[in-house]
């Protein structure tokens, strides 16, 4: 009967004890090795991730536990839940066996232990073997261009197919020396039993069985104290980092910078970006889908955005101090503040002098920088959630606002913008001019008006784009929509400054038109641009832009 289905735990296995007194080290060296990560982004600038924690937990169990974006390759996405769903039962069955034999609670017995502990872990160990090799052959031989080839990437795919190899040498070599009558209900195991009772008698594999468990045993210590010391940490990070992901809009992610208390404008080392964005180097799981997804990359630039992450990363491991500008006495010990600083800065609010990152590092090269189109297809291909394009924006802030280094070519468009209202600095065109034949009233003009047609500097000034703002307007019309234009009021949104670097024209050119909707109290904004419907509904609320704002191709407001 199935009710007396069972197996003697620690079978031929003596001083078990030993076990747990190797499992304290393995615990310490493991934690510190977290630790040290932890002791990294603590010396990022404050931000505040922890909001909304329903919708947090949300897409950390689609992405994190289900992992969608990964499965977004085929290929790649199915070796990765048979590794990942593999773990998470072989190690439930390893909690199982303690609680059995450590807290005597006999739950290894029946139904339960047939259709859990037996058939259901070796079907899933299985799946980890097959994931693994899944992967090595993906590593070893497609060699896809984007990946990162290391040989710790080959050791850690090494030491799973070991661990769980020798695991079902050891299940095996039990079943066939104890001729146990519940064999059939682990597939693999018995498989094995059998095999190896082909070449092997019942004390041989005693004999073999009580070596191979303390190897496994040991195997496994040290591949847990090992793992956050390798990029397996993103068993940690990438959950965590999916988890403190910005809530926004990809559209809405760079930051907002507070000009009246910062003492230094954009990123140019380490202590300059916020905790968060470390976490996000130590989350990077090294795919390359960022890059692959990169259009300059693709046309043959030389931006790369997984490049940016892991050069950013191995700095940060590799000269941690420097990097972060903790100078240290002779003695080691720190001369500057606790780490608990405000803002990355010293007393006084000077920042911290870091080691420089903008042409230091390749990928941090300013000729690469420039080459960002700035469209986040890296960061909507990335698996746990990395902000790359922010950081780029970040440092080109440091570039524009720091040390006024930017192509002449947009420096014309900066100047323009200053001057003019509007980046197209050799335009002859007026804001008006589409407008010729058709009754289009300004705002002030039409107290009844329901929608502000935003036309963009685009759909303005670029004698291509006017004709779509004809039939826009004429659609309108036809459409019975009440609606007016700002006309010769009208700037530019601000996207060409921001997504230039120069935070200080997108505040001043998104504030002079929040005053403008606000006198005209618009409460609805219709515009034809991609890019202006996108910085006016998702950028624009913080400077007090609360309208809604619609795309004229899509019948409604979308992030």
């Not at 499965?71 to 303690?98: E, M, Q």
């Not at 992450?309 to 903790?326: K, P, V």
């Not at 509904?537 to 795309?551: I, Q, S, T, W």
Request: proline share 4%.
């Amino acid at each position: 009967m199935t009710a007396d289905a069972t197996r003697q735990i620690y079978w031929n296995i003596t001083h078990v004890w030993v076990m747990y007194a190797l499992f304290l080290p393995t615990l310490v060296i493991g934690a510190y090795g977290v630790y040290r990560h932890v002791r990294r982004w603590c010396q990022g600038v404050p931000a505040a991730c922890f909001d909304r924690p329903a919708q947090r937990i949300r897409r950390m169990l689609k992405h994190a536990v289900l992992q969608a974006r990964t499965a977004r390759d085929a290929y790649a996405g199915w070796f990765h839940r048979f590794i990942f769903f593999g773990f998470i039962v072989l190690t439930l069955a390893t909690t199982v066996v303690a609680l059995d034999a450590d807290l005597g609670l006999h739950i290894m017995r029946g139904a339960f232990y047939l259709y859990f502990q037996s058939f259901t872990v070796d079907v899933f160990g299985a799946l980890v073997l097959l994931g693994a090799v899944m992967a090595a052959l993906r590593r070893l031989v497609a060699r896809p261009k984007q990946l990162v080839y290391t040989s710790e990437a080959t050791w850690i795919l090494a030491a799973i197919v070991v661990i769980v190899a020798t695991g079902f040498l050891l299940e095996g070599w039990r079943i066939a020396a104890t001729r146990d009558p519940w064999a059939a209900w682990s597939p693999v195991g018995d498989l094995v039993g059998r095999a190896s009772a082909a070449f092997m008698s019942a004390d041989a594999m005693r004999l073999a069985h009580r070596a191979m468990w303390w190897f496994h045993l040991v195997l496994c210590f040290v591949f847990l104290a090992w793992l956050p010391y390798t990029k397996m940490i993103h068993l940690i990070t990438a959950p965590l980092n999916i988890y403190t992901a910005s809530l926004a809009p990809i559209g809405a992610s760079l930051k907002n910078i507070d000009f009246e208390s910062s003492a230094s404008f954009g990123v140019n080392s380490l202590s300059g970006f916020t905790w968060k964005d470390l976490l996000d180097l130590d989350a990077c799981t090294e795919c390359g889908r960022c890059t692959a997804a990169c259009p300059a990359n693709a046309v043959g630039k030389e931006l790369s955005p997984r490049d940016l992450i892991l050069e950013l990363r191995q700095l940060m491991h590799d000269r941690s101090r420097e990097a972060f500008g903790l100078a240290t006495t002779g003695n080691g010990a720190d001369t500057t503040e606790q780490n608990n600083r405000p803002e990355g800065q010293r007393a006084g609010g000077k920042p911290l002098a870091g080691l420089p990152l903008i042409g230091a590092l390749p990928a941090a090269a300013p000729e690469r920088l420039w080459q960002c189109t700035t469209c986040a297809a890296c960061m909507r291909a990335c698996p746990v959630f990395i902000d790359q394009m922010p950081k780029i924006i970040d440092l080109r802030r440091h570039l524009v606002m720091e040390e006024a280094d930017f192509p002449d070519s947009l420096q014309e468009a900066v100047m323009s913008l200053e001057k003019r209202g509007h980046p197209f600095s050799g335009t002859q065109a007026s804001r008006l001019d589409w407008t010729d034949g058709l009754n289009i009233r300004h705002v002030k003009d039409a107290p009844d008006a329901e929608v502000l047609f935003w036309v963009g500097c685009g759909g303005a000034l670029l004698e291509r784009n006017q004709k779509i703002t004809r039939a826009t307007a004429q659609l309108l019309e036809a459409a019975g929509v009440k609606f007016a234009i700002l006309g010769r009021d009208e700037k530019c949104c601000g996207d060409p400054a921001r997504r230039i670097g120069n935070e200080f024209l997108f505040e001043s050119l998104a504030k002079d038109n929040v005053a403008r909707f606000q006198q005209h109290a618009v409460k609805t904004i219709v515009t034809s641009c991609p890019h202006c419907f996108n910085t006016l509904r998702n950028e624009y609320p913080h400077f007090g832009g609360n309208a809604d704002v619609f795309h004229h191709g899509i019948p409604r407001a979308i992030d």
